[in-house]
């Protein structure tokens, strides 16, 4: 059984791990406050943090809000694209579920994402299906027992890292075990670009013998 503080890299892509001590450099360079377990910044996108652990959905909500990056405070991970989805489910890369900004607790079955720039945004509806992007376990969401109505990623236990609703606790039942959360960073690309190269500039610097 993982422990709850460990992130399996098992499955890691041998891109992203190369990734990976770049961005945690370029933090360090940028005098960056991130903390958690996995910081990877997507290609011509934001940059995305996987926090492990047990949280209730709002626990993480307010704790999301308490992380930085390159100055820029964090929010819940908010969903638009099957290529940030695809993303996501690298960076999480377990198959533990992970709460993102979703939720249908202000109105049953209507599913909007409620942090960052898409707070209040509709993209699912029980009535119309899929109003922008979604990426349900089929037969999700349902509402199972009584109400599941806070968004979780990995729900198909990481083979796509597909969503489900849960009751917002840390119920085992409900959380695949543990129920961590991914932190979306609005940082510009320009931003994760130049630490991007700050990282490879330092890389080259420390390199023995030069
Ligand atoms: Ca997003
Ligand atoms: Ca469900």
């Not at 638009?80 to 960076?91: K, P, R, Y």
């Amino acid at each position: 059984m993982q422990g709850p503080t460990s992130v399996g890299r098992a499955n890691a892509n041998p891109l992203l791990k190369a990734v990976v001590p770049v961005i945690a450099l370029g933090l360090a360079l940028a005098g960056g406050s991130a903390r958690g377990s996995v910081i990877l910044a997507m290609p011509g996108g934001n940059v995305y943090e996987y926090v492990t652990g047990r949280y209730t959905f709002s626990e993480a909500l307010g704790e999301a809000h308490t992380h930085y990056y390159a100055g820029v405070q964090g929010h819940l991970v908010t969903i638009t694209s099957q290529a940030e989805q695809d993303f996501v489910h690298g960076l999480v890369n377990t198959s533990y579920a992970a709460w993102m900004g979703a939720s249908d607790a202000q109105e049953e079955g209507v599913w909007r994402w409620v942090d960052g720039p898409e707070a209040g945004v509709t993209f699912w509806t029980q009535a119309s299906g899929t109003v922008t992007f979604a990426a349900w376990t089929p037969g999700e969401p349902n509402n199972y027992r009584t109400g599941e109505n806070y968004g979780v990623l990995n729900w198909d236990y990481g083979v796509q890292g597909l969503w489900n609703g849960a009751p917002g606790t840390t119920s085992a039942w409900e959380t695949r075990g543990t129920v961590g959360y991914v932190v979306e960073y609005e940082v510009p690309e320009p931003v994760t670009g130049v630490l991007f190269c700050a990282g490879i500039a330092a890389v080259i610097l420390r390199r023995p013998g030069k």
